[in-house]
Every structure is written in C-alpha cells, then in structure tokens.
C-alpha cells in the first residue's frame, strides 16, 4: 500500500517563504512524475509545478520566479521551495505522484492528504 506524507505548511507573511515535502511510503516499484497542487476556497484545483524522472520542470507561469520544485529519488521525495509568496498564494497543497507499485502493476496517480498554506498580507 503506498501512502504520500506531505509537511511544511502554515501560517506565514506576504514575501515570506515556506518549504512543503511529500514522501512516499509502501510498495513503491518506479516513480514517473512528481508534483504539486493547490485548491483555494472556491476554486478548482490546479496544478503548480511539476517533475519528472529526469528531472525536467514544470511550473504555473503564477509561480515562475518564485517557487522551485525539486525531488530526492533515493527518498522518494519531492520538495516545493516557496519564495516571496503572496496572499493569493493561499490555498492547501498537494503532492501527487506518477507511480507504480510493483513491477505487474501499471502507472497510476496517488495523492497526498493535502497541507494548508496560509499567507497573511
């Protein structure tokens, strides 16, 4: 059974900064694609950056310039560095990962249980 853990969420100020992990436990065989998603009250959620296994990144042209995306495959991890965030920052986060559980089973999507990132302006 896979389970994602995500942490670093919280309360911070208008161009203050922030640092959420996800790591991934269980029956892991490969990690594809890792990521990071946000849903503020009212909206639908949407994807904020993303990583695959070659590193290669994609970020929200929102957060360009602010936020950087990162993973650790030896701890099956992935991090989002949040810089200089704003107050429509605001939202929960979270991680999802492209993976597969063992060798007989295909690619399929698994979620964090979500990180609440509130910025006060």
């Known amino acids: 059974q896979v389970q994602l853990v995500e942490s670093g969420g919280g309360l911070v100020q208008a161009g203050g900064s922030l640092r959420l992990s996800c790591a991934a436990s269980?029956?892991?065989?490969?990690?594809?694609?890792m990521g990071w998603y946000r849903q503020a009250p009212g909206k639908q959620r949407e994807l904020v950056a993303s990583?695959?296994?070659?590193?290669?990144?994609n970020l929200a042209d929102s957060v360009k310039g602010r936020f950087t995306i990162s993973r650790d495959n030896a701890k099956n991890t992935v991090y989002l560095q949040m810089n200089s965030l704003k107050p429509e920052d605001t939202a929960v986060y979270y991680c999802n990962f492209r993976l597969r559980p063992n060798w007989a089973q295909s690619f399929a999507q698994y979620w964090g249980q979500g990180t609440q990132v509130t910025v006060s302006s």
């Open positions: 269980g029956n892991i065989f490969r990690i594809d694609l």
């Open positions: 990583i695959d296994s070659g590193g290669v990144t």
